[in-house]
């Protein structure tokens, strides 16, 4: 099934559907995957996904059903986060490879560094994920939120959601405008535009074209913020003791290269998250809703329409 609300089906229901979805798929990939990397990958946008929509229902299953479930989300995917980021630094230097000599030569000297760490502690003496725990965590939480009731089980609760959403966009906005080389506030935005870009797809049936593109928008920031992420995370690298161990000169052209990076996914991504949020949240909720309830009309309009039609040639004679 879809990762989309329908137009016909009551929210509540909705919600247990596409979250059961997610975390079942989460599970199927962790169980049967024959390639860890990918499988990690997979279900963790799976457990993306299922956290976008438990904050776009949040104002209805309430704060203490929220937290509770996000966190028990988040940590089940930091479990699985430590061989995710091992790789992306090991991607982030094989592809420097092409790069000038000296940091080519500096890429290729740290990568070794890495490869020598033992696997199993990641060099940050974090565990690989433990499949068979994960999985009991996943199914856990996947009859948590099967069992949590939903007021309003209307479309208000969607419309509250997705405003208090947007409006921790717009302001995570403001911080990382005020203070550009925060970390921290660059995280949240990132965050904020995931949430924007996978709840456009789950409202998408207010207006298909509208709603994706502004979810095409959202993935570009995010993915924009993602790289720059993975940029962070081999300057940690280089801040740690595999870092230490490079000589000075390799050590300045890494770092040299981050600071760049950093510079130029920033300039990219930030204009262009501000026309995801420069538009006041109150007016995005009630123009999702007013989109939503037209579209349910004109649902009902040409179910109606086909149901007289249908009757019509049942009474026609032969």
Excluded at 18 to 28: C, D, K, R, S, Y
Excluded at 135 to 151: N, S, T
Aim: aromatic share 2%.
């Amino acid at each position: 099934m879809a990762y989309r609300l329908k137009l016909k089906e009551p929210l509540a229901k909705g919600v247990r559907r596409i979250a059961g979805e997610q975390l079942g798929n989460a599970a199927t990939r962790l169980e049967g995957g024959s390639n860890l990397v990918t499988s990690v990958h997979e279900a963790r946008k799976s457990l993306k996904r299922t956290r976008a929509l438990l904050r776009l229902v949040r104002p209805g299953i309430g704060d203490t059903n929220f937290r509770k479930a996000n966190v028990r989300l988040r940590d089940i995917a930091r479990g699985l986060s430590a061989a995710r980021d091992r790789d992306v630094v090991r991607g982030l230097l094989l592809g420097l490879s092409t790069a000038k000599p000296a940091l080519a030569k500096a890429a290729h000297h740290l990568l070794a560094i890495v490869d020598a760490t033992p696997s199993a502690t990641n060099g940050s003496g974090t565990s690989q994920p433990k499949v068979g725990d994960t999985l009991r965590e996943i199914e856990a939480v996947r009859r948590e939120i099967g069992a949590i009731a939903l007021h309003p089980g209307s479309f208000d609760t969607i419309v509250a959601g997705l405003t208090k959403s947007h409006r921790a966009g717009r302001k995570a906005l403001a911080r990382a405008r005020e203070t550009p080389e925060d970390d921290e506030a660059l995280h949240d935005l990132r965050k904020s535009a995931q949430a924007y870009w996978r709840q456009m797809i789950l409202v998408q049936h207010a207006w298909p074209e509208a709603c994706l593109a502004r979810a095409a928008a959202a993935k570009l920031v995010a993915d924009l913020l993602g790289q720059d992420h993975d940029i962070a995370l081999l300057d940690g690298v280089l801040a740690g003791p595999e870092g230490q161990a490079l000589s000075a000169a390799d050590r300045r052209a890494l770092l040299r290269h981050c600071k760049t990076r950093h510079g130029e996914l920033r300039a990219e991504a930030l204009p262009k998250v501000q026309l995801l949020f420069v538009e006041k949240s109150d007016h995005l909720g009630a123009r999702i809703r007013a989109l939503w309830e037209a579209a349910q009309r004109a649902d009902r309009s040409r179910t109606h329409a086909a149901e007289k039609n249908e009757a019509n040639i049942i009474r026609r004679p032969s």
